[in-house]
């Protein structure tokens, strides 16, 4: 348990018993709670943004608000209570991310075939405007009955229009590049991007790399080089739904469902809204290039070679004046001749 945990034991509004948390999120935490009235188990989520809010369960169960997160608090706190009044069923089950710990990594056929009700339910919730943001193996629960089910939407956004800034929000290996800033463009592919690592890890037990760093040097390993068994179909809709790249990375989820059961092949599909890089959105990040060598600069050289030759000369020339003044003849030319006969005679 952590010291800003609501203790196993508090009760609320004296009538929810508080019990083990169940998951946690960006924006809030769940426990498994008791409502006393009714006799029956619930669920109790809690509002406590991450950096916004603070609390020392030991000493009290009063959340302390972040000095000057007050504004961003009282906003949080509205869009809390919005959700809370639509209804929202209890759910018998395990996260993938604890199946994953107990159980080991899951067949990818499997896991895929159910992923597909997620993956239509989140088609549903795009064409209303908003994305989830915040998928991964702690966010989706399998039941009890055998079915998946996504939870904690208190990150979702209405993406449709964009004038204003998206918050960044962000879970290390499942965000992808464009939620890594408030300015650029998200839509349906973000959720597709999220979706995709969490099957990958799922899978083959590794977390994909942070997006940022696949978007320079992508080291992506495919799940078939980690010896899981996968189909090719399968493979090439899951790694094209992971694309660093928003412009080429599987559009919406009606898409990437249509990847998954080979009806469309994942090399003729482009985002076209991001392509265009419509309304100031994404912009795929160009690799570093290596820096090119300086040119060798062969001026000292040259200039060395030069002076050398210069004192070459000058000492050759004082060397020979000399010599021919200790001769002490005046006709240079007949001291010449004398010298050269005189070298050139054979020995007597």
Known sequence: MSPYQLKPGTVLQNRYLI???????????????????????????????????????????????????????????????????????????????????TEGVFDAARLIKLMEPVMKSLSVMHRTGFIHRDISPDNIMLTNNGKLKLMDFGS???????????????KQGYAPVE????????????????????????????VPENSLDRSRYDTLVPPSAKGVRISPVHEKALL??????????????????????????????????????????????VPPTPPTPPEKNNTPIVVALVIATVAVLIVCGILLFMLLKDNGGDDTETNAST?????TAPPL
Do not use: W
């Open 19 to 101: 019990g083990s948390v169940l998951g946690e999120g960006g924006f809030g935490i769940t426990y498994i709670g008791l409502d006393k009235v009714l006799a029956k188990r619930v669920a109790v989520k809690e509002f406590y943004p991450a950096g916004a809010a603070h609390r020392a369960s030991v000493v009290s169960g009063d959340v302390i608000i972040t000095r000057g997160k007050e504004p961003m608090y009282r906003r949080g706190v509205e869009r809390f209570v919005q959700e809370a009044r639509s209804v929202m069923e209890y759910l018998e089950g395990n996260t993938l991310k604890a199946l994953l710990k």
């Open 156 to 170: 979702a956004r209405y993406f449709l229009n964009q004038d204003s800034e998206l918050s960044v929000m962000l």
């Open 179 to 206: 939620q890594y800033s408030s300015r650029s463009q998200q839509g349906p592919y973000t959720d597709v991007y999220a979706l995709c690592a969490t099957i990958y890890t799922c899978i083959t037990g590794t």
């Open 240 to 285: 094209h739904g992971l694309q660093p790249n928003a412009a080429v990375r599987s559009p919406d989820m009606e898409t990437l469902m249509r990847e998954f059961n080979g009806t469309v092949d994942p090399n003729r599909t482009q985002n076209a809204e991001v392509e265009t890089n419509k309304g100031g959105g994404y912009i795929p990040p």
């Open 339 to 343: 010298l050269a006969s005189e070298s």
